[in-house]
Every structure is written in C-alpha cells, then in structure tokens.
C-alpha cells in the first residue's frame, strides 16, 4: 500500500483491471452457451457484429479474445445477443455447473464455437 509523503496516510489501492473478476467465468460461459444454442461460431458473431450499425467492429480474433477473458461490458454482451438473434438468456443453467462440467457438456454434444 502507497502512502502521502505530507500526512503517511496509506492511500488506497488502485484498480489495475487485472485483478481476478468473481463473475468474469461466469459471463464467459453465458455468452458461449447462448453462442451454442444459437448455432453462432465466433466468425458468425463477428460477421453478425459488424453488419450491425450499433458499436465498433469486432474482428474474429478480437472476439475470441474478449469473450475467452469474459471481461466485456454489459452493452456488448446486449449487442452479441441481439446479434445472434436472442430473446431470452437463461443464466441459471450455466451459472449453476462447474467449469469443467461445462466443458464435458460441450465437447460431449459437439460444440460448434469454432474459431
């Protein structure tokens, strides 16, 4: 911890945007699960991003970066979804299993989150 050289007051800690996010795994696999059931590949996503006029273009690797670090803001989660077509997200399902359980399910049913 820092401290003023005029008081020696420790200072506070300042966010550096690396610390581990509780929710960051957690957006990740909503994201990813509703990429699945809308049988969205990343390059269907980006393609579908970009042909919107809403936000930023999104470049394939881009995206696969921001959604795989599951650090993205709420507004472009809205933007994916609206992107791929999705009226609802149900995020009891996914929140609730362990990551690895996640992962079984998806090679198990033959994911189609290509790259």
């Given at each position: 911890m820092q401290t003023s050289p005029a008081d020696r007051q420790p200072l506070p800690e300042r966010s550096t945007g690396k610390e581990p996010e509780p929710f960051a795994g957690e957006a990740k696999n909503i994201l990813r699960a509703a990429m699945h059931r809308h049988a969205f590949s990343y390059k269907d996503l980006a393609d579908?991003?970009?042909a919107s006029a809403e936000g930023p273009t999104e470049s394939v690797q881009a995206l696969i970066n921001k959604v795989n670090r599951g650090r993205f803001s709420?507004?472009?989660f809205l933007r994916a979804c609206r992107a791929m077509g999705a009226q609802t997200i149900d995020v009891s399902a996914v929140a609730s299993k362990p990551q690895s359980?996640?992962?079984r399910t998806r090679h198990a049913s033959g994911s189609n989150l290509k790259r």
């Open positions: 579908a991003l970009n709420f507004a472009f359980e996640l992962i």
